[in-house]
């Protein structure tokens, strides 16, 4: 049965950084589309922004909120997705959930219903 499984979060100050890993088991990533969504507290799964994704061919999205601050990469070996997170800001907190595995293609990177697995979640707090 396949299983996402996010690790990495954690409460920083404004400006440190945090590495987020989402650990897929169950299929190989390099076959898939995978992608992190941003959960903002007290918003529920349905609320969910996408801030970065990567399809199956390695080519790579990024939202406006994240483009230029945030990097999303792949460990095919582990099996692995990341999200760098750099000089975080407190606007940056909250929950960020891997998905994985493309139900359509068709529909938008950062649309909830593009993906069949999802993490739990890993929290992150950015402040003073």
């Known amino acids: 049965q396949a299983q996402v499984a996010e690790s990495g979060g954690g409460s920083v100050q404004p400006g440190e950084s945090l590495r987020l890993a989402c650990v897929v088991t169950?299929?190989?990533?390099?076959?898939?589309?995978m992608a992190w969504f941003y959960q903002a507290p007290g918003k529920d799964a349905g609320d969910r922004e996408g801030?970065?994704?990567?399809?199956?061919?390695?080519?790579?999205s990024y939202s406006d909120s994240v483009k230029g601050r945030f990097t999303i990469s792949r460990d095919i070996a582990k099996n692995t997705l990341y999200l760098e997170m750099p000089n975080l800001k407190p606007e940056d907190s909250g929950t960020y959930v891997c998905?994985?595995?493309?139900?359509?293609?068709?529909?938008?990177?950062?649309?909830?219903?593009?993906?069949?697995?999802w993490g739990e979640g890993a929290q992150v707090t950015v402040q003073s």
């Open positions: 998905a994985a595995r493309c139900r359509n293609r068709l529909v938008s990177k950062f649309s909830v219903i593009r993906y069949i697995d």
């Open positions: 169950g299929y190989k990533i390099r076959a898939t589309c």
């Open positions: 801030v970065a994704a990567v399809d199956s061919t390695g080519d790579i």
